[in-house]
């Protein structure tokens, strides 16, 4: 504060004593200002940019009550031109156009000086080099904003011509930074600075620093002293962490790739899931299974227009919402059409056919026949930075923990249920299980219930990720269908197993061949494979088999 | 005894077609004022449902008497269908928007230089004659010497038609493919020489694609009530018996499906220049659902059943998206729902077209 105080009053003075001579007075309201905006408003060239190098000196105010105008805002406000000069009283205001005139108000905008015609009021001369200087101050002055990521913002704009800032200021700013991730930005300006350093050991340090800086700034730094520095030793070093770094990118190149595999592979499997129960468990094509997955979707924007308030309720609500309206439309399904069609496969599949037209013109014409909006609730947006080069979107991030939790769940219901246990039983030997006691035809409902009901959760995590609309579900059922069988029907691992895999195929050829390309190969990929192995890549053994 | 019934409902059937044609043809001569008239639109439309008359019969052929249900015919007949719009994109000539005589709009669009290698040929009708039905034939080929060769059958068969046409479909979109990409092949002029917009022209396509759909039939009905037919349908009941007594099942599955492919590509041959545009949307999987249930609709396993659920259905569709269009989907999903449901046979199963000559036999369950 006193070293504040004291660069103003000696840029003040400094000017005061320089521009004796000018006639004209620019007042503004606040004594130390005075000289400061008159030398800006008066002056030329170089006593301008000092004049602003004085105002930016000012600094924010330490505490909100503190009459003196924030220096940022007043920058700003030359910059944007809402500071204006009021002829007739010699003023510099803070001017709002209305109509002819102009709303006046004072520096420190506590009083309101009236209004005035436009003529009567004028701009501030400014011309290009002059912005691009007040942009530059702006930045700067970000150093000392109150909010973390506006001190970020003005660190990155730094990062590129680190000679900019005084040592001394940075190492006031390192000792006095509480956030973590300014912080290190802070550090990597300095590094930065120290790269531009006189003494070959400073830029030596600064290079083995640099090492486990993958961001591109470091790499181009990295490369430019490979190539221009004077010191010998220093090329070596930095020739050395260029290699590393490329190999470092390469394989976090390929870490990405997988992660956008296996983010595919989560949808894949996700959508895939609930057509593993019902066609792989119970032998039931289910063409409308992508209208179940469309369905829960639609949950998910009707329990976000339900409650507009609160988004990510209404995502986290939307999911048992969703499970229990599709599960029970399943049911329904199941009870009216599917149970007549028992060991008619066929038949089945036209007539689940037909309810999913029947399900997809429902919504055209009860809900829209556009694609409707689903917001992403603030904890899904975001990205987890690795490094620099590698980041994980935490959207795609959760919903292939979703998966995995879906899955595990689901594994856990069959296996170790009393519900499980008898879905099983049916599935491998229905006249065996009835004759233990069974209730057969129950049981098949509420399994074709949970493969819907699964299909609805899909959705849900669907909606965050694709446009939610009428057609949404037939983009996945040739996807589904294609993932049941390739994983081998009747095995929910082989399903997990060979989503993953599909998306992680997809992925690995998708920057050769383009991403309609890659889905068309690895569809062709699957008709061979298919071909050669009916059965998939796990298929099933033993007498249930042929059941 | 049999072979006489069904000569019986083959000469129905072709007098039947025979009469539409004539009074068709007749009462679009007569003044548009007089109340027998039929319009130009009409003729039109008839003749498209014709050529998806024969596609019917195609997907029948298949899955009325070899019990494989292809969710893929209309690749089949879309790439019949683009075969002849390549032949009728030659034909305009230097008359296209940019009046490049070497190059259809759509290349001239993307900046291209030369007419990609494999468009070379459609300038002849003989070639794209030749190539409408050998190009479905050769990919029905291979594809079905793979599958019937490793045993898939059923469902699984019929979900591998449904991924190859989306594959398809997938690929016509894209514009490197040099097939018009999303728009497809459109703007036609002339075929043979005659300007595709004449009346006379119009009236000769609905004419040619009646006598197709006659030709095509008694082939098949021919086939059917040869010994490849009596085999067939032997698979199509019990596929591991007829394996069993000796018969070769994948060379009557590859030999059938392959010629139903080709009379699928006909179709689509025929059915471009009525229509005037081909487009990847024929390759969408709905379209090969649609045809399933039009012969699931008419009683499959009877080939003029699968032409009466083929003009049927789609007459009911041209009505129901002119007076109700929303209504349209409902309509055919409940119609694919009550038919599976209630009629399994189909309309040819009514009571009305009962008789002891139908291949009778129920479908086995294939799992």
């Known amino acids: 504060m006193t070293l504040r105080t004291a660069i103003v009053s000696i840029a003040a003075l400094y000017l005061l004593i320089s521009h004796q001579h000018v006639q004209a007075e620019v007042k503004t309201g606040i004594n130390e200002l005075d000289p400061l905006f008159e030398a800006f408003y008066e002056g030329r060239g170089d006593r301008r940019t000092e004049a602003l190098d004085a105002l930016a000196a000012l600094r924010p105010p330490a505490t909100p009550i503190d009459t003196q105008p924030d220096a940022r805002e007043l920058l700003q406000g030359i910059l944007d031109g809402d500071l204006m000069f009021h002829k007739p009283s010699s003023t510099i205001v803070w001017a709002i156009k209305d109509g002819r005139e102009f709303i006046m108000t004072s520096l420190d905008r506590t009083t309101n000086l009236g209004r005035d015609s436009s003529r009567k009021v004028k701009r501030l001369k400014l011309n290009n080099s002059i912005r691009a200087y007040l942009r530059q101050l702006i930045a700067a002055l970000g150093l000392y904003s109150d909010n973390p990521t506006e001190r970020l913002v003005a660190i990155e704009a730094l990062i590129d011509k680190p000679e900019s800032i005084e040592q001394k200021t940075l190492d006031e700013l390192l000792l006095n930074e509480q956030d973590d991730a300014v912080m290190i930005a802070l550090q990597s300006l300095s590094t930065r600075k120290q790269l531009g350093s006189a003494d070959p050991l400073e830029r030596l340090a600064a290079v083995t620093v640099l090492r486990t800086d993958l961001s591109s700034e470091s790499r181009a730094a990295i490369v430019r002293i490979e190539s221009r520095d004077d010191d010998e030793n220093v090329r070596k070093a930095a020739q050395a962490i260029r290699l590393y770094h490329e190999k470092q990118v390469n394989l976090f190149g390929w870490a990405e790739t997988l992660f956008f595999g296996l983010s595919l592979g989560s949808v894949l499997v996700l959508a895939a899931i609930g057509l593993a129960i019902s066609f792989g468990v119970m032998g039931v094509i289910n063409m409308a299974h992508g209208e179940l997955i469309m369905l829960g979707a639609y949950c998910s924007w009707a329990m976000q227009q339900l409650m507009p308030q609160s988004i990510a309720a209404a995502l986290l609500l939307s999911i048992p919402v969703a499970f229990l309206l599709t599960g029970l439309v399943g049911i329904i399904i199941e009870r009216s059409v599917i149970r007549f069609l028992y060991g008619r496969p066929l038949e089945t599949l036209l007539a689940t056919f037909g309810i999913s037209l029947i399900l997809q013109q429902m919504v055209r014409t009860f809900v829209s026949p556009q694609n409707v909006p689903v917001a992403n609730p603030e904890f899904m947006s975001g990205v987890l930075q690795i490094n620099g080069v590698f980041s994980l979107t935490l959207n795609r991030l959760y919903i292939l923990a979703f998966c995995l939790i879906v899955f595990a769940a689901l594994v856990a219901l069959l296996k170790y249920s009393r519900f499980g246990l008898e879905v099983r039983a049916v599935s491998q030997n229905r006249s065996m299980a009835r004759a233990m006691g069974v209730r057969s035809a129950r049981i098949d409902s509420l399994t074709f219930g949970l493969g819907a009901g699964i299909a609805g959760i899909a959705g849900v995590a669907l909606s965050q990720l694709t446009n939610v609309g009428p057609n949404l579900g037939q983009a996945y059922i040739v996807d589904s269908f294609m993932v049941v069988v390739f994983g081998g029907v009747g095995n929910l691992w082989g399903t997990l197993i060979s989503g993953m895999t599909l998306g992680i195929a997809n992925k690995l050829m998708e920057p050769w061949a383009g991403a309609i390309l890659a889905k068309i190969l690895v569809l062709v990929f699957l008709i061979m494979f298919i071909q050669k192995r009916p059965r998939g890549l796990f298929p099933q053994r033993g007498r249930a088999v042929e059941g | ?367």
């Open chain 2, 1 to 367: 005894m049999r072979t006489g019934k069904s000569r019986l409902s083959s000469l129905l059937f072709i007098s039947a077609v025979v009469t539409l044609l004539v009074s068709v043809t007749t009462f679009n001569q007569l003044p548009a004022d007089h109340d027998l008239h039929v319009g130009n639109f009409m003729v039109s439309l008839l003749g498209k449902y014709l050529t998806y008359a024969i596609l019917a019969v195609a997907v029948d052929l298949v899955w009325g008497y070899l019990g494989i249900l292809s969710l893929g015919h209309a690749a089949f007949f879309a790439l019949g269908g683009y075969a002849m719009g390549m032949y009728l994109m030659r034909q305009i000539g230097d008359r296209g928007v940019y009046g490049n005589p070497d190059l259809p709009d759509f290349m001239v669009f993307l900046n291209w230089t030369e007419l990609p290698w494999y468009w070379s040929g459609f300038d002849s009708f003989a070639f794209t004659a030749l190539a409408i039905l050998l190009i479905p034939g050769l990919l029905a080929f291979v594809f079905g010497w793979f599958a019937f060769r490793s045993r898939v059958n059923g469902v699984y068969l019929s979900i591998i038609t449904q991924a190859l046409t989306y594959a398809l479909m997938l690929a016509f979109f894209r514009n490197e493919m040099g097939f018009g990409g999303n728009n497809g092949l459109t703007d036609f002029k002339d075929i043979l020489g005659f300007d595709l917009r004449s009346d006379q022209v119009r009236l000769g396509l609905f004419i040619a694609s009646g006598v197709a759909l006659i030709i095509v039939y008694l082939l098949c009905d021919s086939l059917l009530r040869s010994r490849l037919g009596k085999v067939a349908i032997a698979i199509r009941d019990a596929e591991d018996r007829t394996r069993f007594l000796g018969y070769r099942v994948e060379r009557v599955k590859l030999t059938l499906f392959t010629l139903s492919a080709m009379i699928a590509g006909l179709a689509g041959a025929l059915y471009v220049p009525q229509v005037g545009i081909i487009n990847p949307g024929e390759f969408s999987p709905l379209n090969s659902i649609e045809v399933v249930v039009w012969v699931a609709i008419g009683g499959r396993g009877t080939l003029y059943g699968a032409v009466i659920g083929a003009m049927g259905v789609n007459y009911a569709k041209t009505w129901f998206t002119g007076a109700y269009p929303e209504a349209w989907l409902f309509a055919l999903g409940l119609l694919f729902v009550l038919v599976t449901l209630a009629l399994p046979k189909g309309i040819a199963g009514l009571h009305l077209f009962k008789s002891r000559n139908k291949p009778t036999g129920k479908m086995e369950p294939k799992t």
